[in-house]
């Protein structure tokens, strides 16, 4: 067999660096499970969307060759992240820096930490900041930019934000977080570069994924009932099968009566006395009667006592106490110790 000539040498690895050069991420995804096989492939796709699928069995579709030096790179890189996101997720910041470099070298883990760090990063400087100036930051941008940014933050200072928008400003937004699913690092960039001019700077590489009716839910579960009630009528005009999905993942004080027996003496051992006895002065009777049936019968006598002799309650007052109970149901969920369902919509196995 003739040995390859320098220029034939020369040639190749241009050729290969010019296939790395081209190569987009959803292309070195095809690549890579191209690479790993069927049997193997078709596990991963159990693990990824619908639209996720498509995009790579077509980029898969396109792959006409790729040189072996090529494919080994590609497996070496998601190799390396698979490393370095296992050893950050394990340990803090320092330490994923010291095993990354004793594994790849200085330079090779500090890119690696700047990969797995970034998609966490979008909007970040946001956390420590007020969401009045959020507001005033957001007060005259587009629905589709409060809804992006609104998306990076938690769902509490988002419900404050929202709760003191323009009422048709309002549902705009929520339409938006109900459309989300991810967008590209330039759109976000460029949303952060704007607000960058009165708060911060942050760089953010990748996709990011967020929104959606979960969000949504959460950010209606964090509002003033008042502007809930506002908020969902106004969309059950324009698109009642959204606020039929947004309700099936709220959780509210009605919803107690779900819960099973259990769950219900569990979180009234941890409610505040008064929280519970305004509450129930604005409860239905079907939820009224489900919780005093959890009652010792000394705490049903007082809790009678009580309502009574409680007159005049506002019911701004009624909803700041449902509110708080549900924060404890919500709480104790988060604990593990109580289950929130939606009479049978989650599958519990007992």
């Known amino acids: 067999m003739a040995e390859a000539t320098p220029e034939a040498v020369q040639a190749t690895e241009e050729t290969t660096e ?4 081209k190569m987009t991420a959803i292309r070195k995804v095809a690549a890579f499970i191209v690479a790993i096989g069927q049997q193997t492939a078709s596990e991963i796709y159990k693990h990824l ?12 579709s396109r792959i006409d060759s790729l040189s072996q030096d090529s494919i080994r790179d590609i497996m070496d890189e998601f190799y390396e992240l698979f490393i370095a996101q296992k050893v950050v997720a394990e340990g803090g910041q320092e330490y994923s820096l010291s095993v990354l470099m004793n594994a790849f070298g200085k330079e090779k883990a500090k890119m690696l930490m700047e990969r797995i760090q970034s998609a966490n990063r979008a909007f970040e400087f946001l956390r420590d900041v007020d969401y009045k100036s959020i507001l005033t930051t957001l007060q005259n941008e587009l629905p589709q930019t409060i809804a992006l940014v609104l998306s990076h933050i938690n769902s509490k200072k988002s419900a404050q934000i929202i709760a003191e928008l323009p009422e048709d400003v309002q549902i705009e937004v929520f339409k938006r977080i109900a459309d989300l699913d991810s967008t590209s690092q330039q759109v976000i960039r460029g949303v952060e570069e704007m607000i960058h001019e009165k708060l911060s700077s942050v760089s953010s590489v990748g996709e990011v994924e967020f929104g959606g009716v979960n969000y949504l ?4 579960n964090n509002l003033d009932t008042r502007t809930e009630k506002s908020i969902m009528e106004e969309l059950d005009v324009s698109d009642p099968e959204l606020v039929e999905e947004i309700r099936k993942k709220m959780f509210t ?3 107690i009566v779900f819960l099973d027996n259990r769950e219900i003496q569990t979180f009234l051992r941890e409610c505040d006395q008064k929280d519970l006895t305004v509450a129930l002065k604005g409860a239905g009777a079907e939820v009224k009667d489900v919780i005093m049936s959890n009652m010792s019968q000394r705490q049903q006598e007082t809790i009678r006592t009580d309502l009574q002799y409680l007159h005049n309650v506002r019911m701004r007052d009624v909803e700041d106490a449902q509110r708080a109970i549900i924060d404890t149901i ?11 369902s939606k ?5 519990i196995i007992p």
Do not use: H, P, Y
């Open 18 to 21: 010019q296939e790395k050069e």
């Open 49 to 60: 969307s619908d639209e996720e699928v498509e995009k790579i069995s077509i980029e898969i």
């Open 217 to 220: 839910a959460d950010v209606m």
């Open 253 to 255: 004080f009605d919803d």
């Open 330 to 340: 919500r709480r104790l969920e988060e604990a593990g110790e109580i289950v929130m």
């Open 343 to 347: 009479g049978g919509m989650d599958e």
